[in-house]
């Protein structure tokens, strides 16, 4: 196992032997991770690895059977997706989690619209189109249901709807899967200027390529435990290893045993 | 155009086509229908054929009288119907209004005319019992996942026995003839100048509201409606509103009943259509688990639902005590209940949750109380008139399943 390199920032959330089973399967089994501010903490793994079940143990989707979420030293639980939210951790879900009924406006603004008693629209309209306008959107209106946008434009507006309350952790299940490529890179940007400014993010991903063009750390997930923490200079070959399990045998220890040396 | 304009926030993509002018409004409204986005055009279009119908049959149908009538019916399944469409903006469905009304007159029966309770205390007391009643459901749909349809379905039974229950023996309360609260629901006709009034307020809030947020938007760089297209709009609500009412005070005027119905339509429509609250039932209807993990407090919402279709239940109640000057056993049975969800369905508001305006309840109800009013007027046997109000709502179910099928297809939803 390589060791990265230690982060410099506030450790903002650190999970100490987090578990999760739904029913007989296990889905998490002593999950340790630490996010720290400013800092991208790539989580990567094979499918039914666990990754997406991670994310919603920490947006509160899911409350975890066993383990210790702390927040700034403190120890926290994430009993709703309000309550992570009111922490600053926001989440950018793979399944979307958008209102088809409902505008982009009204999707970005869910939960949090402007002047409760009396909805702002016009300041809400401003900021959402400001917020989409950032991540180089091309959404042709902002008045129209989100049922008629496509599988990229409602991913850009999950993002801008992660953004809005200036959340301390960004998580991104998969942003990049559903967009083109000028989208990616504006999704990449973004990445990095979210972590300039101090945020912690964790991103899922299978690609490989958009991993290492942004991580800090890379974080394996196998079969619903940690497999390993990397770098972004780690080889390939060591990540796809760890990430499918042909690690587990004594010449991908002694690989790794190198490496870590190396280091 | 001498120089090109910077264009406004909202108008930068190249792609999309923007309504200008009144002929581009009419074609972005022919295709709005189009794509299954009916609004109120069913329930205007069905509206027309039924009164053409029935005046044809029967002169009388279109007289001010009958129609000053049929307002005062109107008046006590719409407020049911109001809060039908709370229920089913959230995919849900209530039962039991019928009898959740029926125990409100009841109540009103009990404690104020045996009892001697003061009446304002009666109503608070009906009102309360059922908030209290529509909480039960909220919390058995939160806590125990108990599909509304079944809780509201063993509900409308409980209710009728507590209702027999309260009214014991004799089966009925009258109510004393020359009460305010008859005089209310039978008799009390706003006077000619007041309802000229509030007729003109619609248009011109329509026109002040409207001038504001243009100013707003543009002021904000964003692209903002024309202000002539506001006043002709303005204009032609307030022509419309000031022909009814002129219509009607050749009869009798306008009832206060009716008044404090559209009164309440208003309110909630400002309530679903400009608050947090409402943008959170409407999100909660259309995708509950994405309401949840936007922050949305989801089982708060099924409460309020719940404990204000209860609530309106009873107060629609309340108020057919008082048009029928007597709480007795049949008050609430028989067509009350299917006719509250059919004015809301046939309205617009969808079965299927996530979409619905107050304003449903207000025109499907007129449609509901025409069919009825006309068939009595044509001296036709229940029987009758129950089949064909069941067809009706079975034809408007129909329209909206059929335009839902059509907005997911032309992606609207």
């Given at each position: 196992?390589?060791?990265?390199?230690?982060?410099?920032?506030?450790?903002?959330?650190?999970?100490?032997?987090?578990?999760?089973?739904?029913?007989?399967?296990?889905?998490?089994?002593?999950?340790?991770?630490?996010?720290?501010?400013?800092?991208?903490?790539?989580?990567?793994?094979?499918?039914?690895?666990?990754?997406?079940?991670?994310?919603?143990?920490?947006?509160?989707?899911?409350?975890?059977?066993?383990?210790?979420?702390?927040?700034?030293?403190?120890?926290?639980?994430?009993?709703?997706?309000?309550?992570?939210?009111?922490?600053g951790?926001?989440?950018?879900?793979?399944?979307l989690?958008?209102?088809?009924?409902?505008?982009?406006?009204?999707?970005i603004?869910?939960?949090?619209?402007?002047?409760?008693?009396?909805?702002?629209?016009?300041?809400?309209?401003?900021?959402?189109?400001?917020?989409?306008?950032?991540?180089?959107?091309?959404?042709?209106?902002?008045?129209?249901?989100?049922?008629?946008?496509s599988?990229?434009?409602?991913?850009?507006?999950?993002?801008?709807r992660?953004?809005l309350?200036?959340?301390?952790?960004?998580?991104?299940?998969?942003?990049?899967?559903?967009?083109?490529v000028?989208?990616?890179?504006?999704?990449?940007?973004?990445?990095?200027?979210?972590?300039?400014?101090?945020?912690?993010?964790?991103?899922?991903?299978?690609?490989?390529?958009?991993?290492?063009?942004?991580?800090d750390?890379?974080?394996?997930?196998?079969?619903g435990?940690?497999?390993?923490?990397?770098?972004?200079?780690?080889?390939?070959?060591?990540?796809?290893?760890?990430?499918?399990?042909?690690?587990?045998?004594?010449?991908?220890?002694?690989?790794?045993?190198?490496?870590?040396?190396?280091? | 155009?001498?120089?090109?304009k910077?264009?406004?926030?909202?108008?930068?993509?190249?792609?999309?086509?923007?309504?200008?002018g009144?002929?581009?409004?009419?074609?972005?409204?022919?295709?709005?229908?189009?794509?299954?986005?009916?609004g109120?055009?069913?329930?205007?279009?069905?509206?027309?054929?039924?009164?053409?119908?029935?005046?044809?049959?029967?002169?009388?149908?279109?007289?001010?009288?009958?129609?000053?009538?049929?307002?005062?019916?109107?008046?006590?399944?719409?407020?049911?119907?109001?809060?039908?469409?709370?229920?089913?903006?959230?995919?849900?469905?209530?039962?039991?209004?019928?009898?959740?009304?029926?125990?409100?007159?009841?109540?009103?029966?009990?404690?104020?005319v045996?009892?001697?309770?003061?009446?304002?205390?009666?109503?608070?007391?009906?009102?309360?019992?059922?908030?209290?009643?529509?909480?039960?459901y909220?919390?058995?749909?939160?806590?125990?996942?108990?599909?509304?349809?079944?809780?509201?379905?063993?509900?409308?039974?409980?209710?009728?026995?507590?209702?027999?229950?309260?009214?014991?023996?004799?089966?009925?309360?009258?109510?004393?003839?020359?009460?305010?609260?008859?005089?209310?629901?039978?008799?009390?006709?706003?006077?000619?100048?007041?309802?000229?009034?509030?007729c003109?307020?619609?248009?011109?809030?329509?026109?002040?509201?409207?001038?504001?947020?243009n100013?707003?938007?543009?002021?904000?760089?964003?692209?903002?409606?024309?202000?002539?297209?506001?006043?002709?709009?303005?204009?032609?609500?307030?022509?419309?509103?000031?022909?009814?009412?002129?219509?009607?005070?050749?009869?009798?005027?306008?009832?206060?009943?009716?008044?404090?119905?559209?009164?309440?339509?208003?309110?909630?429509?400002?309530?679903?259509?400009?608050?947090?609250?409402?943008?959170?039932?409407?999100?909660v209807?259309?995708?509950?688990?994405?309401?949840?993990?936007?922050?949305?407090?989801?089982r708060?919402?099924?409460?309020?639902a719940?404990?204000?279709?209860?609530?309106?239940?009873?107060?629609?109640?309340?108020?057919?005590?008082?048009?029928?000057?007597?709480?007795?056993?049949?008050?609430?049975?028989?067509?009350?209940?299917?006719?509250?969800?059919?004015?809301?369905?046939?309205?617009?508001?969808?079965?299927?949750?996530?979409?619905g305006?107050?304003?449903?309840?207000?025109?499907?109800?007129?449609?509901?109380?025409?069919?009825?009013?006309?068939?009595?007027?044509?001296?036709?046997?229940?029987?009758?008139?129950?089949?064909?109000t069941?067809?009706?709502?079975?034809?408007?179910?129909?329209?909206?399943s059929?335009?839902?099928?059509s907005?997911?297809?032309?992606?609207?939803?």
């Amino acid at each position: 196992m390589t060791t990265a390199k230690t982060p410099t920032g506030e450790l903002l959330l650190s999970l100490r032997g987090i578990s999760k089973n739904f029913g007989a399967v296990s889905a998490l089994t002593d999950i340790e991770l630490d996010v720290h501010a400013g800092e991208v903490v790539a989580l990567v793994g094979d499918n039914g690895a666990g990754k997406s079940t991670l994310v919603k143990v920490l947006a509160g989707v899911h409350q975890p059977t066993s383990g210790n979420i702390s927040y700034r030293g403190k120890p926290v639980s994430l009993s709703s997706p309000a309550a992570a939210l009111e922490l600053g951790i926001a989440t950018v879900f793979q399944d979307l989690a958008l209102c088809e009924n409902l505008d982009v406006v009204a999707n970005i603004f869910l939960g949090q619209e402007l002047n409760p008693f009396r909805l702002d629209e016009v300041a809400m309209e401003v900021r959402a189109w400001t917020l989409l306008n950032e991540l180089a959107a091309r959404i042709p209106s902002v008045r129209e249901p989100i049922a008629s946008l496509s599988g990229g434009q409602r991913q850009t507006v999950a993002i801008a709807r992660s953004l809005l309350l200036n959340p301390q952790i960004i998580m991104l299940d998969e942003p990049t899967a559903a967009l083109g490529v000028a989208q990616t890179a504006e999704v990449l940007n973004l990445v990095e200027r979210v972590r300039d400014k101090g945020l912690g993010v964790i991103m899922i991903s299978h690609n490989m390529a958009d991993v290492r063009a942004v991580a800090d750390r890379i974080v394996v997930l196998r079969l619903g435990r940690n497999n390993g923490v990397f770098t972004p200079e780690a080889s390939n070959q060591e990540l796809v290893g760890a990430i499918t399990g042909a690690t587990d045998n004594a010449v991908s220890r002694r690989e790794s045993r190198i490496a870590e040396e190396a280091l | 155009m001498s120089e090109p304009k910077k264009p406004t926030l909202d108008r930068a993509d190249a792609r999309v086509t923007h309504a200008s002018g009144i002929g581009g409004t009419i074609s972005a409204f022919i295709d709005q229908v189009k794509s299954g986005d009916l609004g109120a055009l069913p329930v205007i279009v069905g509206l027309v054929i039924i009164w053409t119908v029935f005046t044809i049959l029967n002169p009388i149908f279109l007289s001010p009288n009958n129609l000053v009538n049929m307002l005062f019916d109107c008046s006590t399944t719409g407020v049911i119907a109001l809060g039908i469409v709370c229920v089913l903006m959230l995919g849900e469905i209530d039962l039991s209004v019928g009898s959740m009304s029926g125990v409100g007159s009841t109540i009103i029966g009990v404690l104020w005319v045996n009892a001697g309770v003061p009446l304002p205390l009666a109503i608070l007391a009906a009102i309360i019992a059922g908030a209290i009643i529509g909480s039960i459901y909220a919390t058995l749909r939160n806590r125990l996942g108990m599909p509304s349809f079944v809780s509201t379905l063993s509900g409308l039974l409980a209710l009728l026995g507590l209702q027999l229950y309260l009214l014991g023996a004799t089966g009925s309360i009258n109510l004393p003839y020359s009460s305010n609260m008859v005089n209310f629901g039978q008799l009390l006709i706003m006077p000619a100048v007041v309802s000229y009034a509030l007729c003109l307020l619609p248009g011109l809030v329509m026109l002040v509201v409207g001038l504001q947020t243009n100013a707003k938007r543009r002021a904000a760089n964003l692209s903002a409606g024309s202000s002539t297209g506001l006043a002709i709009k303005a204009a032609l609500t307030t022509i419309g509103l000031v022909g009814v009412i002129f219509y009607l005070n050749l009869g009798r005027g306008v009832p206060w009943m009716f008044a404090l119905f559209v009164a309440l339509v208003l309110i909630m429509n400002y309530a679903f259509t400009r608050t947090q609250w409402g943008r959170s039932m409407k999100a909660v209807g259309g995708n509950a688990e994405a309401a949840r993990r936007a922050g949305i407090n989801v089982r708060g919402i099924y409460v309020s639902a719940f404990v204000l279709c209860s609530s309106f239940a009873a107060l629609g109640g309340v108020m057919s005590s008082a048009r029928l000057a007597s709480a007795s056993q049949q008050a609430g049975t028989g067509d009350v209940n299917l006719n509250a969800i059919a004015a809301a369905v046939i309205g617009g508001t969808s079965l299927f949750g996530g979409r619905g305006t107050a304003f449903s309840a207000l025109l499907g109800i007129i449609v509901i109380q025409s069919i009825a009013n006309g068939l009595t007027l044509l001296n036709l046997s229940s029987s009758l008139r129950y089949m064909i109000t069941g067809g009706v709502l079975a034809i408007a179910v129909i329209v909206d399943s059929l335009a839902r099928q059509s907005r997911v297809s032309h992606g609207r939803a």
